[in-house]
């Protein structure tokens, strides 16, 4: 038998007796599969043994960067009283809450606070409501120091300057404070948006300002609302236009409620908010789980695949890229 010919008989000989290599498999955490987001440990308050945190799946890799939007006093009635067609036409496509919870105090400062840092008031220490520089800033990691620390760019925007108080002036690469209208504070975030951003928090004030001048569910508040969102799709044009859109998770929500001319109060119609999340990757459907305003930092820092601290109280909202509702901790805050 020819030299050549031997030597490959032996090697066919050889390689029958070796046992298969293994089916590679897609399961979180072994190589080669989308990094998992897990959070390092549960909030510090103790839940019951099954309120745990589940791990997240794993973030849709189209999204880039997150819009944030407040609208300051926005009851989640008024969406469709208004109404407010370019937040529904959000809400069709994407996920949402109209039963979402915000803390008590239910006040524009420490509510936006709990949104921002992912934590209770007894963490965030923001026992106030004006804007008092005496009183320093927010305690704890804000969403903004996350993204600021992994090198991502960060905006804030907003139409009350007391909103500045909730992080450190080094954590924003741009800050506006605009008293003025939300179509004009809008108008020029378009210019800001569209030079490129990972993460842009806009506020607008004016639903809350007529709430307090005519009451909520009042006319007057309905047309600042119906101008709120035309100012909401101002920023979805923006993002059309600049080809950011269709890599954005956009999240509109309120810090609070309100009822007759006031809101600061436990009462269900103060504390109850919307929650809405759209962009790629998003399961259009009414979310299941509890949400609290607590839990938008989270799910912020999830999609943008940074470490969410091990002190907040918030938990990413996975429901909405198709993970299980799970049984969330309800209230989240004392």
């Not at 973030?59 to 944030?68: F, G």
């Not at 979402?100 to 965030?124: N, R, V």
């Not at 119906?226 to 044009?237: H, M, N």
């Not at 950011?244 to 956009?250: A, D």
């Amino acid at each position: 038998m020819k030299p050549l010919l031997l030597s490959v008989l032996v090697v066919l000989l050889l390689s029958s007796c070796l046992p298969a290599a293994p089916i590679p498999t897609d399961q979180p955490g072994q190589a080669g599969s989308p990094e998992v987001f897990s959070p390092t440990q549960p909030p510090s308050r103790t839940p019951e043994p099954t309120e745990t945190r589940t791990p997240a799946p794993s973030p849709t890799p189209e999204i880039r960067r997150v819009l944030l939007i407040s609208i300051d006093g926005l009851r989640p009635e008024v969406i469709a009283m208004a109404p407010m067609p370019n937040l529904q036409a959000l809400m069709a496509s994407g996920a949402y809450s109209l039963g979402a919870q915000t803390i008590h105090p239910s006040a524009t400062l420490p509510a936006h606070a709990s949104m921002l840092l992912g934590t209770c008031p007894d963490k965030h220490g923001v026992d106030w409501n004006d804007y008092d520089p005496q009183q320093g800033y927010a305690n704890g990691t804000s969403i903004f120091q996350l993204a600021h620390e992994a090198g991502l760019s960060t905006v804030m925007i907003v139409g009350k300057e007391k909103i500045r108080q909730l992080t450190l002036p080094d954590t924003l690469d741009t800050y506006l404070y605009i008293n003025d209208r939300d179509v004009v504070i809008a108008a020029q975030a378009v210019p800001i948006l569209q030079q490129g951003f990972h993460l842009a928090f806009i506020h607008f004030p004016t639903v809350d300002w007529m709430g307090h001048e005519y009451g909520w569910l009042s006319w007057e508040q309905f047309s600042v609302a119906r101008r709120a969102d035309e100012a909401l799709g101002t920023l979805l044009q923006a993002l059309e236009a600049s080809g950011q859109r269709s890599q954005t998770l956009i999240i509109v929500t309120s810090d609070h409620g309100g009822r007759g001319e006031a809101h600061g109060s436990s009462h269900p119609e103060d504390m109850t908010i919307p929650w809405v999340a759209n962009g790629p990757g998003i399961t259009p459907k009414q979310i299941a789980a509890p949400v609290n305003t607590t839990d938008t930092a989270a799910t912020i820092a999830s999609f943008l695949n940074l470490p969410v601290p091990a002190d907040w109280d918030g938990l990413p909202v996975t429901e909405i890229i198709g993970g299980p509702a799970g049984i969330r901790p309800d209230p989240r805050c004392p």
